[in-house]
């Protein structure tokens, strides 16, 4: 289906952040946009504002007639929506092409550069930071984020002139099979939906095909040290980056005062004193990720350096909702082992000595079941654990898989918590709070507002 002849598309599973991008860009073209998502949000309730269709009852007859026309129709689905799912099968049965996001954002690929970022995690962060320093340069690009950004309160950059567009190449569901990138970076392969690939072998297997569809010509740049064996095609331009190591790297890193400066040395030419918008250590190796693909991309070296201070984050990426000298609040979307502890690792850098309370909701109940050892390990970094149940998302639940096994895997469970989303507000009112970090994918963000008050009334 050629993306200029439709005239409109369907969403199943609108509210979706990467799926709520898509939608914003066939709004910037001109088409009809409807579709379901199961529960009003913030993104839903934006999305109508813009002027898209939206309902939240799985029905047929409030499909919109426009949407009912197959030779002009696109149908988008996401994984997450079951086979049983009335509309789908409405349209499977009336012979309309339907597609997964990732095979949308494919055909995106084939017709502009693509600039992607895989890996583990990191993702979000380090497209995004792209997309800034692209979009403050003369290079210009369209953007499809995984996250709101805190710059443009969006997911979706658009231009109208630049040739580049930047995407998160996601592993869930071999998503990132439909790309064509231009020019890659992967920022690690540590094991994670183990539920879809079985094995890790076949996890690290997945990553090898995706170095495979980078156009001839094109650049992958990898995390250095991480377990990729890339198959890449002809002059397909291989290099390492990392933090003091790798063909892209930062030396003399200066931590203080709030500040993380530090030099970036490269093959397209090196650039002093880089200053991170968001001062987290972990945003070393992002900006040098993502400075790598916006040198690839033709940004200026003083494009860059102007643009890199002023990147403002992304929602839910180590995102400081309250910071004070006697209290910090920050909400994260870390959901993975090893992002947990990047994450809580990040912040006793930043406030040694301080004590630190983590709330943690688990993410899928595959992977609590194949991972609550190494949640465990991460999690005992902090001074306190709060464990809330684990969020379904997609999935039903397993015999005998509950954040019990994490707790009981603490490395000191006199200093944690179980505890319900119902009882939680009244469990931190009772705690004395230095640091409080809330961590996880599921709906605990919704609860931000509520935990922010209660901090304050303090």
Do not use: W
Not at 52 to 63: F, K, P, V
Not at 123 to 131: F, G
Not at 200 to 208: D, G, H, I, K
Not at 414 to 427: F, G, H, I, Q, R
């Amino acid at each position: 289906m050629d993306v200029n002849t439709i005239k409109s598309v369907y969403f199943i599973g609108a509210g979706g952040i990467g799926m709520s991008a898509l939608a914003r860009y066939f709004l910037s073209k001109g088409k009809i946009v409807a579709g379901y998502d199961r529960t009003p949000s913030d993104l839903t309730e934006k999305l109508i504002e813009e002027g898209a269709d939206i309902h939240y009852e799985e029905d047929i007859t409030l499909i919109p007639e426009e949407c009912k026309k197959k030779e002009s129709t696109m149908v988008v689905f996401t994984p997450a929506i079951p086979e049983t799912h009335k509309e789908l099968q409405f349209f499977r049965n009336n012979g309309f092409e339907i597609l997964k996001r990732a095979q949308v954002l494919g055909m995106l690929t084939r017709t502009e550069k693509g600039l992607c970022v895989a890996g583990t995690h990191g993702k979000t962060t380090t497209s995004s930071m792209t997309a800034h320093l692209l979009h403050q340069s003369h290079i210009g690009c369209n953007a499809f984020l995984g996250g709101i950004s805190k710059n443009y309160k969006t997911n979706l950059l658009l231009s109208s002139t630049s040739e580049y567009v930047v995407i998160e190449a996601d592993e869930f569901d071999r998503s990132f099979h439909q790309l064509t990138p231009y020019a890659t970076v992967v920022t690690a392969v540590d094991s994670d939906h183990l539920d879809i690939y079985g094995t890790r072998e076949a996890y690290l297997e997945s990553f090898n095909k995706y170095t495979s569809l980078i156009v001839p010509g094109g650049y992958l740049i990898a995390k250095k040290g991480i377990e990729l064996s890339p198959r890449v095609q002809e002059n397909v331009k291989v290099y390492s980056y990392g933090i003091e190591e790798g063909d892209f790297r930062a030396e003399n890193i200066r931590i203080g005062n709030g500040e993380i400066i530090f030099d970036y040395i490269s093959p397209f030419g090196n650039i002093k004193d880089i200053q991170l918008g968001v001062p987290v250590y972990v945003n070393i190796e992002n900006g040098v990720a993502a400075m790598a693909l916006a040198q690839i991309a033709g940004v200026t070296n003083e494009e860059i350096k102007k643009a890199m201070p002023t990147f403002g984050g992304v929602d839910r990426r180590f995102d400081f909702k309250i910071k004070e000298d006697n209290l910090v609040f920050l909400s994260d979307y870390a959901h993975h082992p090893a992002e947990i502890k990047q994450s809580i690792s990040s912040v006793k850098a930043l406030y040694p000595g301080k004590k630190i309370t983590v709330i943690f909701q688990p993410h899928l109940y595959t992977r609590t079941r194949d991972f609550y050892k190494e949640f465990a390990s991460s999690l005992s970094l902090a001074d306190e654990v709060i464990l809330l149940d684990i969020y379904p998302a997609r999935e039903l639940p397993i015999e005998g898989v509950t954040s019990r096994l994490i707790f009981d895997n603490l490395a000191n469970p006199a200093k944690a918590t179980m505890c319900s989303k119902e009882e939680l507000p009244d469990l931190i009112a009772g705690k004395d709070i230095e640091i409080l970090i809330t961590l996880g994918a599921g709906d605990i963000d919704n609860m931000v507002p509520q935990i922010c008050n209660i901090l304050k009334n303090k």
